[in-house]
Structures are given as structure tokens and as C-alpha cells.
């Protein structure tokens, strides 16, 4: 799941790239990503949430991903380390995906540790968990043998559009897996931009489509009329020959 974000003068900035720090950065993090997933991500802006409504989504994610050091962060160390990106990353937890549904098209309700979320978040929830699901049937023998790296989120602060920043985030977290023992990765995608970042420049395979049309949630086809894009897909990615590639520090050029 992603968002891409209007613009600076990149003329001036200098962004550096590190794991995140969950003493020091997760306030900061669940500030973003609420922000940005409310205004840009397909599935939010379609169910027409705010900043407040989203979140707690926002919170359980962070705080779920901040638990292993599989994540990044981008900072503008030109304006005072002012974090600018994220992404989310954890093992993959089959225990969290129901995989004896009978219907292939809904999921049970999802529940969430914080009071004050909303059914919305649900429906997002529910969405991917069904994708999640969905993979998993196809790769019972694989999740039981190895831990799978899964991308949660990739967020970008709305004023540094444009300067490959997801993109040096994932590569970033794909040369992170591979280092650390992971030899396949999944994602979520829900936009168009990231759908082709992932499939295009950093060859993951589609390997799961949920059509927004036909996914209902309590009987109810929450995401009708969604349709730029009109599916959801989980791509997914073997690490066997990845090359890990070395980020260099940016300095006054997009990143």
C-alpha cells in the first residue's frame, strides 16, 4: 500500500537515507503517513477520509512495522533532518490472514487495538488481507519454510514529489532483505505509480488482482466506481539474483 505525492526546489536540499529509529522517529512517521495517505492514496480518498480518520490505520501499521529494524527513512538534512519519507516493513505474519473464508470475496471484520478507528480503516484492512490471503493459499509450502519481507507502506511528504525518493526507499529496503536472510518480498500496491515502480523498474511479478468493483465488505461493495487504478494487485519478488546496489548520499540532485 502507497502513496505518491506537488513540489520543491530540489536546487537546495540534501536527503540522506537510514533505517528508522523507532525511539526517534515514529511520532514523525504516523504524522506522514496520515497526512499523505488521507489527501493522495486511492483507497482513502475514494472512501473520502481526513487525517484524523485514517489515523489510527496509520499508528497500527507504524507501531507493527517499528518492532523489527526492517524500515526506512528519508530526511532533508538541509532543513533541519525533516523527515520527508517512510517505508514500512516486517516479516510477513500468516497468522494474521484467515485463510479458511468461504467466500473469496469478503473477510471477516478486522479488528483494531484503537477505539477510535473506523469502519473505513476496516475496509482498507480487509482489502489487503484478502490479497494477503489469496497469496498465501498459492504459497502454503514457502510462508511454513521462510520468512517472507512484506512492504506495508511507502510514503512521501507531498512537497518533495518528484526526487525518486519511494524509489530509493524500496531499493534501499530490497538490498536491507537481502543482507538479512529474506529471499522473497511482498507489497501491496493500490496506485498506479507504484504499481509501475514495482513491476517496471524493479521487476516484481503481479501475482494477485483484486478488481475494487467486485470486493465487498459486509455485503457491501465499498470501492465501486474506483477505477484509476481499478484493481489492487500484490506483486511479489525472489531475491535470488538481486545485486544490492549501492544509495549514494544526495546532494543538491534528485535521489
Known sequence: METQCSQIDSRNIKLRLRLLDSNKDLEKVIALFADTFSRFEPLSKHL??????????????????????????????????RLVGFILNE????????????????????????????DDNNQIKSLLKQLDRQWQLQNQELVETERIFHIAAVGVDSDYNNLGIASKLILASLNHAKATGYRVV????????????????????????????????????????????????????????????QIEECCNQAI
Open 48 to 81: 473520502g477520509q481526513d487525517r484524523a480518520t485514517f489515523l489510527p490505520f496509520a499508528k497500527s501499521a507504524a507501531k507493527r512495522c517499528t518492532k523489527e529494524s526492517l524500515s526506512f527513512v528519508c530526511e532533508d538534512i538541509s532543513d533541519g533532518d
Open 91 to 118: 516479516t510477513f505474519d500468516a497468522s494474521e490472514t484467515n485463510t479458511h473464508s468461504s467466500n473469496e470475496n469478503e473477510i471477516d471484520h478486522c479488528e483494531s487495538d484503537d477505539e477510535n478507528d473506523c
Open 186 to 245: 511482498i507489497v501491496e500496491a493500490t496506485a498506479i505509480a507504484t504499481q509501475k515502480i514495482f513491476e517496471k523498474k524493479y521487476g516484481f511479478k503481479a501475482v494477485v488482482k483484486q478488481i475494487y468493483d467486485e470486493f465487498t465488505y459486509n455485503g457491501k461493495n465499498v470501492f465501486k466506481g474506483l477505477n484509476d487504478p481499478p484493481y489492487c494487485i500484490l506483486f511479489e519478488k525472489y531475491l535470488d539474483d538481486w545485486n544490492c546496489v
